[in-house]
């Protein structure tokens, strides 16, 4: 019988959506549109239109080692082209945003090819090449797994994940990278990651509403959402790995 | 001779507070009399970055601005998520509550009453202010800003 991930325990609507967005099977769903060059401001890694700088010569002009790894593995458009390493982070608010640090670094691991993803209790951050980052960022911003309001790209400052929403339901940034215009209701990035100004605004579209947040989320949560304790299998499953990881401290051959 | 105790309490919403709101709030407090001492408290909003690749540009947020509290103007330096109050009397907490249901229309906030602004100096306070430190200030001033606290005069 073929193997066929699981990915992951649960039964409520938050397991279903971790198991969801991590399966490279699932298509994303696109909610907005975001041009590469809409990308390339908010990163403020290079200018729109200019050439990738890069980090060594391409592959196909240096003489590489004669090594069977290297033979096996098709390298990303980025290597190819020796890009630079660069990097896109983000922050999610505990209200609910779609994604969350650790669904995203399981995610991106699932989906994308040559990316370093770093996770920590309210930011994530993904790092692989120019190039591949920039096409990795589109689908990153532009599907489900982004929300306007309680999604930030934040390159650095970039507290807000576990603090209180403002009136507006923007979630906090002490840099106020991306403002919610009350007239057309979109969220614009009015800065670049790392809190440059940006020379025009970049539109990210409408924030999504507490009821689409509600059934994309991927963070338990007890008041107003579905509670971890909730999750019967998800906990059992929890339980039995804390339980196994402990005793394997002490009696290896269990 | 024994100093008197003051109740104290805070005032805690469910969002971070727009300038707007504070400022209705803050106002209706005054106007309700009663409270001594008072400290915003919230996530900082700094009028330079401070850290990170675009340490000291500027950086211009919407929410920190002036408002107009009573007849002073306060420089918001916080997105105010909590208020802190220190109170005559412990009467004044209802008056208070008609406030906060008057501006509190879109979300939910609670007062609880208990201690949250130090009214006996620590060690570290005697060492900074020393001996002689006025009271009132102790909890309400940051021992590293250069800026004093706002006194504002009740009606």
Redesign the interface.
Known sequence: MAYKPQYGPGTSIVAENRRKYMDPSHKLEKIRDVTDEDIVLILGHRAPGSAYPSAHPPLSEQQEPKCPIRKLVEPTEGAKHGDRVRYIQFTDSMYFAPGQPYLRSYAESYRYRGIDPGTLSGRQIVECRERDLEKYSVELVGTELFDPARTGVR???V?GHS??????GMM?D???RC?LDKKTGMVNYVKNQ????LDRVVKVGKPMDEKWLKAHTTIFHSLGGVAFRDDEEYIEYVQRIHSLRTKYGFMPME | MTEAIYPQCRIV??????PE?TEKILNLIVETGGVRRMVLNG????AI?P????RG?E?????RRQIHIGEQEIQLEV?V?TILLELTSADVIPALKTASDKVFT??TYRIQEGKYIKTDPSLVDYAKFGPDFDKDLLGLCDPKSKQGPIIIQGT
Do not use: C, K, S, W
């Open positions: 390159g650095a400052t507290h603090l209180r929403l403002a009136e507006d906090f002490m840099l106020q403002l790392i809190g440059e100004p | 919403t469910e969002r971070l507070l727009d709101t996530p900082r909003l700094p970055v850290y990170g690749p675009a540009t950086n211009p947020h919407t929410l997105h998520g879109n979300f």
